[in-house]
């Protein structure tokens, strides 16, 4: 069964930190393009972070630079979100996704094949 699983999501304070993971089963992230998205209430869905798992090329949204870093780990077929200096407006759902490309986008969101479930992500004090 082909499936991605995020986890790591919490209710964290403003200033902190945490380390979303997305675990893909049935099939290897190898040669894929795999981003982060995120969804607040009465939001669209917007991209926050992507790697090219090929060559570890990255994209990032304004919103979070500096302050999120996305890798991989090839022999855990998983690739995490870091985020650091967490704020109130970064409370979301968020959904890895990924596809069978060379590069990744965070606009074209239509070309992921596989996306997960989402993890629940709220910052407050």
């Known amino acids: 069964q082909v499936q991605l699983v995020e986890s790591g999501g919490d209710l964290v304070q403003p200033g902190g930190s945490l380390r979303l993971s997305c675990a893909a089963s049935?099939?290897?992230?190898?040669?894929?393009?795999v981003g982060w998205f995120r969804q607040a209430p009465g939001k669209e869905r917007e991209g926050v972070l992507c790697?090219?798992?090929?060559?570890?090329?990255?994209h990032y949204a304004d919103s979070i630079a500096g302050r999120f870093t996305i890798f991989s780990d090839k022999a855990k077929n998983t690739v995490f979100l870091q985020m650091n200096s967490l704020k109130p407006e970064d409370t979301a759902i968020y959904y890895c996704a990924a596809v069978w490309r060379p590069d990744c986008s965070l606009q074209r969101l239509d070309e992921y094949s596989y996306w997960g479930q989402g993890t629940q992500v709220t910052v407050s004090s």
């Open positions: 790697i090219s798992t090929s060559d570890g090329t990255r």
């Open positions: 049935g099939f290897s992230l190898e040669n894929h393009a």
